[in-house]
């Protein structure tokens, strides 16, 4: 019997079970074929440690020392450029991110394609940066096996019981695995995986957020160039191995599934980033779609479940899994009996599923 075991191979659960292998032994399973498969595998990469709940802020601005020691982190910049209506949106954007507002000119030296005919006001700020999504997976990864834990992928669970010494998952092809507490890292799913286990769920919400692959604006070098959005979230754009990501940045809720981009959605956004920028779109390479799944207070939900303790959540990261995981790990391995995670009462009480009970 496993002293953890862990449902769901994506960022939130393998930082976790990084943590948690100091405790005890941990068996981390995932559905897929391969980790970080769903929502942490089509992430926006990008670490902005003001974006979010004030609790998930908490944890990601925690998380900066260990992600830059982690060697996970570049340079990327943010900027937001608003049309001369969105000035409310516009304002509120530069206080919650703290950016510092720019001319027009200062913003078209650092982003060229800006459509002055449409770009009333514009900020920025350096603080933002790159993500290594797939070192941080895979480092977190290692480390869960370097402390003794297993890793299995394509272990699907079908069906989850209790007894007094713990849980017995059984998984798509009849196996069972035991363990003493049970981690619930399963993302969208998460809801889902307590149902099974007789507990019910938080109100997590699956939100479907597409992406299109669009060629480097033509004669641009666009390695440099900021994460770019539009006032409000109606839109965002940024730079990934040479290619020019745009979001139109929705929010659909959806059932927990592979999710996929919806062509009119798409087209949509790209409308909406269209009007800013002076350079057409007149090519889609590929597109794709993820869920970002959240509470519904937006806060992630980290910690024994108040109806039974051995049952631990690590769920809600609604798109911020990545900027959050070192700090959210520590808060689990603090709900799990380890070292004190050095947040306030306040924090872990803003975190922990007993605001749902």
């Not at 993302?187 to 479907?208: E, N």
């Not at 409000?232 to 020019?244: I, Q, R, S």
């Not at 391995?333 to 070292?339: M, N, P, S």
Request: negative net charge; charged residues 20%; hydrophobic residues 45%.
């Amino acid at each position: 019997m496993h002293d953890f075991l862990i449902i769901g191979g994506g960022i939130a659960g393998l930082s976790s079970g990084a943590r948690l292998a100091g405790l005890g032994s941990v068996l981390l399973i995932e559905g897929e074929g391969q980790l970080g498969y769903h929502a942490s595998g089509r992430s926006a990469a990008l670490y902005e440690a003001d974006y979010g709940a004030p609790a998930t802020v908490t944890l990601a601005r925690a998380s900066g020392e260990e992600l830059a020691d982690m060697n996970v982190l570049s340079p990327r910049g943010f900027m937001a450029g608003a049309q001369a209506h969105e000035e409310a949106a516009f304002a509120k954007d530069c206080a919650d991110l703290h950016m510092r507002r720019i001319t027009l000119a200062e913003a078209q030296a650092i982003v060229p394609i800006l459509n002055p005919d449409r770009v009333a006001f514009a900020a920025h700020t350096d603080a933002a940066q790159n993500i290594d999504t797939d070192l941080m997976v895979q480092t977190y990864a290692r480390r869960l096996r370097e402390r003794g834990g297993t890793v299995r992928t394509g272990a699907l669970v079908a069906g989850i019981r209790r007894d007094d010494e713990g849980w017995t998952a059984t998984l798509a092809g009849g196996e069972e695995l035991r363990a003493r507490r049970l981690v619930n890292a399963a993302g969208a799913w998460a809801d889902r995986i307590a149902a099974l286990a007789g507990l019910p769920g938080i109100g997590l919400t699956p939100f479907r957020r597409s992406i299109a692959q669009l060629p480097a604006p033509e004669g641009h070098d666009i390695r440099a160039w900021p994460m770019l959005f539009g006032a409000g979230e109606t839109w965002y754009a940024k730079t990934e191995a040479g290619k020019w990501l745009v979001s139109p940045a929705d929010e659909d809720p959806a059932e927990p599934h592979d999710a996929w981009a919806d062509d009119m959605v798409l087209a949509e956004g790209l409308a909406r980033y269209e009007e800013m920028v002076t350079a057409p779109v007149t090519r889609v390479e590929t597109s794709w779609a993820g869920l970002r799944s959240f509470a519904p207070d937006r806060t992630l939900v980290l910690g024994p479940d108040p109806l039974d303790p051995a049952f631990i959540w690590c769920a809600g990261q609604g798109g911020q899994g990545f900027l959050s995981a070192p700090g959210a790990a520590r808060v689990m391995e603090e709900a799990a009996g380890g070292d004190p995670s050095g947040f306030l009462p306040e924090i872990l009480a803003a975190l922990s599923p007993a605001r749902f009970r």
